[in-house]
């Protein structure tokens, strides 16, 4: 149990002890072998160099950028060098955020605010754009309109058109989409947002730090940035392929008449006027001066290379599944992600999956216990369940290992077949709404489906039952298990 107020102080080296002890519990964030939450150059040296420039920075405030300058001339760095990678020019003005989420927020903030006669602003996105947008629509109070993606999972640039209406503030596309890491076409559908007058984001949060570098490799990839018409903003998080720490995204607007609107402005209160242009208003410059750090350690030549070698690891990796009978590749591997989904997988969701797939949630249980972590996703709409990916540089080196494991982990799962789950426990969850949803029922549920231990290492089970419930009653599950978790540490 960590005590985070102990009664008299304690010395920083047990501290350290402990902490590193609490880390042990973590998936590796190191070494290759988790598919998500973490990008890893493996570049020696790096998590030195940025963790002393986080310190050098950390008790600096972004509030207030005449009193602190450094952060200021670190920030119109970091802007400016995502401005010469993503097609900018000297009217391009950017922002220093603290995630991809928050870019999204604040660009569809800009966009709603620019447009301040409207009483119903709308926003457009495919149905594959980040879940980030529609928490920006509820934040903001947005109308979300939701696009279907064409057969080949990009968004439609025809049902896009006739999406918009004149309530519309923003259109948005992803450049690659988080699920299935493939590139909206991005020129077709700026110049339909354009034809209409209406503001168009790229988000590239994702992948915006390393699609130019595939590109220059010559990855056959459309133009996805400000260069592209009709383009009015993008974002690109820097803790994800520029490698940095976590806490830095930039979101870059064509001009500065269209950035305005983003910014948050009070003078009506008796303390200091407050001008944020972030959703955050006291910013520690830790992460920012991590970030700054960080880039210009590893360089644009650095980026070409570790871009070379994410797009070879994405290869084998891909390879891998193309060539092992029982799954198959469910996106083109075009950026870097690989998603996969089991060879015989059906559009229809069902608790037990075809007999002649495998159950694609015992499959990620298997290659977790073989040391690959992978991210599975649930069935949407017309779409099967899948296993999400996301490739970095330090994945070049393991990916080998990967095949064999692959095999290894489908024939496991064939050989143990779909996941059981207490037949009482699916009746209950079929009769569940989710304003039935209490702690009481959460904490039954989760002891039930062996969660109560805190073991997070077998999940097909629990996986295959949210799978099976609508959205509405997964999110309320999620949420009161979330709830759940994150309780207060009781006094010692
Ligand atoms: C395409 C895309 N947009 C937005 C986000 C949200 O980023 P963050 O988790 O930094 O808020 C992500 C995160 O994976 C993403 O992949």
Known sequence: MFEALPAKGVPGEQILDELSG???????????????YVYDPALDGL??????????????????PTAFPSLLAMENALVGAASQL??????????????????????????????PELTTPRLVVPSTA???????????????DVVPVGADLRADPEATAAAITRDTVLVAASAPSYAHGVVDPIPQLAATAAARGVRFHVDACFGGWVLPYLRRLGADLPPFDLSVP????????????????????ILLHRTETLRLPQYFAFAGWPGYTMINPTISSTRSGGPIAAAAATLRHIGDEGYLDLARSTRDAVEILSTAVTETAGVRLFAPPETTIVCLA????????????????????????????????????????????????????????????FAADLAAAV??????????????????????????????????????LG??????????????????????????????????????????
């Open 342 to 401: 089991a060879d015989a997988s059906t559009s229809t969701p069902a608790l037990a999956p075809a007999t002649t797939g495998i159950d694609i949630f015992v499959l990620a249980d298997e290659l977790a216990a073989r040391g690959w972590h992978t991210q599975p996703q649930m069935a949407f709409g017309e779409l099967p369940p899948t296993i999400h990916l996301t490739v970095t540089a330090a994945v070049a080196p393991t990916a080998k290992e």
């Open 130 to 144: 980040h879940a980030a947008f529609a928490k920006a629509a509820h934040y903001l109070r947005v109308e979300l």
């Open 22 to 36: 609490l880390r042990r519990a973590d998936l590796p964030t190191h070494g290759g072998r988790l598919f998500a």
């Open 230 to 249: 009709g383009v009015t903003s993008i974002s690109v998080d820097l803790h994800k392929y520029a490698y940095a720490p976590k806490g830095v995204s």
């Open 86 to 115: 993503l097609g900018g020019n000297d009217e391009t003005v950017g922002s220093v955020t603290s995630g991809g989420t928050e870019s999204l927020i604040l660009a569809v903030k800009a966009a709603r605010d620019s447009r």
């Open 451 to 492: 969660l109560g231990a805190g073991d997070f290492t077998q999940m097909a089970a629990v996986n295959s039952l949210l799978n099976v419930v609508p959205p509405a009653l997964r999110e309320a599950l999620l949420t009161g298990f979330l709830s759940l978790l994150q309780r207060p540490t009781p006094p010692a």
């Open 47 to 64: 998590d030195e160099l940025a963790q002393a420039a986080h310190a050098i920075s950390a008790h600096v405030n972004g509030l207030d």
């Open 411 to 448: 024939t496991a799962t064939r050989e143990r077949g779909p996941a059981e789950l207490p037949a009482p426990l699916v009746e209950a969850a079929a009769a569940l709404t989710p304003e039935m949803i209490t702690p009481e029922l959460v904490a039954g549920l989760a002891e039930g």
